[in-house]
């Protein structure tokens, strides 16, 4: 029996036994992340090629790369059926961005402040991101602290919830 199976049976038989509405709440959810892609978040130091790398994994140029700090938001690629990118504000709403492509890489159109933004969600038909989902994330020692703070509020859950990736590459400029 594989640890993945294991883990479907103890849910199942969590969600059979507990009575408690919460509980059965906080099983479901992670009976449902289960079935989800592996998360996979790149981070590290400005310029260190995470996007770079995100491009590599995916095989297609989709992150910006440039000489200058590109990436100022959290920003998930994930498998979907066509090329999408929504915007997920700090309020909880969600709405859906012009993009166009330079060099082969999304360019995106907040029409926002930065600051109103949490993530971007750039969806592409990829076969290689159905079963990963990769998140670049803004490089930390940004030159904005702001911009680097993003990226430390999303490796460092707070106490009442998870993590949101699974698995972190933390790429080092050596």
């Given amino acids: 029996m594989t640890l993945l199976s294991r883990t479907r049976e103890l849910l199942s038989q969590a969600s059979r036994e507990l009575t408690d509405p919460a509980s059965l ?32 994994m995916v095989g297609e140029e989709l ?43 999304l360019r995106v159109s907040l029409g926002r402040p930065l600051a109103e933004v949490d993530h971007l969600m750039v969806e592409v038909p990829s076969r290689r991101l159905r079963q990963h989902t ?8 940004s030159l904005s602290s702001d911009v680097s703070q993003r990226t430390y509020s999303f490796l460092e859950p707070d106490e009442d919830s998870p993590s949101q990736a699974d698995a972190v590459i933390y790429l080092l400029r050596h």
Avoid: H, Q
């Avoid at 989800?36 to 996007?51: D, F, H, Q, T, Y």
């Avoid at 498998?79 to 709405?95: C, K, T």
């Avoid at 990769?134 to 020692?141: Q, Y």
């Fill in 25 to 56: 709440e906080v099983v479901a959810a992670a009976s449902a992340r289960l079935e989800e892609p592996l998360r996979v978040a790149i981070a590290g130091m400005v310029k260190a090629g995470k996007s770079t790398l995100l491009n590599a």
């Fill in 63 to 105: 992150a910006p790369t440039d000489a200058g700090e590109c990436t100022r938001v959290v920003t998930w690629y994930r498998d979907g059926p066509a090329y999408s990118v929504r915007s997920f504000l700090a309020g909880g709403d969600a709405e859906s961005l012009p993009f166009d492509r330079v060099a082969g890489a």
């Fill in 134 to 141: 990769l998140i670049d994330t803004p490089g930390l020692a």
